[in-house]
């Protein structure tokens, strides 16, 4: 029998599946294009590092550059989508946020090991009751697929390029 636990890893791992087929299929000049506001390459950073943060093992931190990150870039960049906060001064590359996503995989194994059925339902920080890890991963998996959606209505719009849906941890 599957556990939800494994139901839940499965979609999760889905959403970033889809990411990787987006950056895949970026077109170069629309990878630094602004659509929406944001540059196409800022949109995958944002969902990046709000998993990263999530999926973290220490509470006891608030969302501040004290944050452990598993992958942070020297470029003077933001994830923050606040137009009042925009940083464009240098881009991240393809390459870049593959090596993050490459980190995020690794991460979600190690956050998805530790749990089971039982602790999806246990709230995520000792003080904070509000949010269990079942909540953090779906808020995460709307997250993630928010900004894939976005992403392919640009793709589609501006280059004509179909993303196929993922499931079930294809690639």
């Known amino acids: 029998m599957v556990t939800f636990t494994e139901v ?24 630094k294009t602004i659509n929406g506001g944001f540059p196409f390459w800022q ?12 999926f973290r093992e220490n509470y006891r931190y608030v969302y501040d550059d004290e944050t452990p990150k598993v992958w942070k870039s020297n470029k003077n960049v933001t994830s923050e989508l606040d ?36 602790r999806l339902g246990q709230p995520i920080a000792e003080n904070n009751y509000e949010f269990t890890y079942l909540d953090v991963i779906n808020m995460q998996v709307r997250h993630v697929m928010y900004h894939v959606g976005h992403c392919i209505c640009i793709l589609r719009s501006h280059a004509g390029i179909e993303i196929e849906w993922v499931s079930h941890n294809e690639r």
């Not at 499965?10 to 990787?20: A, D, G, Q, T, V």
């Not at 949109?43 to 999530?54: G, K």
């Not at 590359?93 to 996503?101: D, G, I, M």
């Open 83 to 118: 137009e009042n906060v925009r940083i464009f001064s240098d881009v991240l590359s393809k390459a870049e946020l593959r090596q993050y996503l490459s980190c995020i995989y690794e991460k979600t194994n190690i956050f998805f090991s530790g749990l089971n059925d039982y």
């Open 8 to 31: 839940m890893k499965r979609n999760f791992i889905s959403s970033l599946n889809m990411m990787e087929k987006i950056m895949d299929n970026c077109p170069d000049d629309l990878w």
């Open 43 to 54: 949109q995958m950073y944002h969902a990046l590092e709000s998993v990263d943060y999530w």
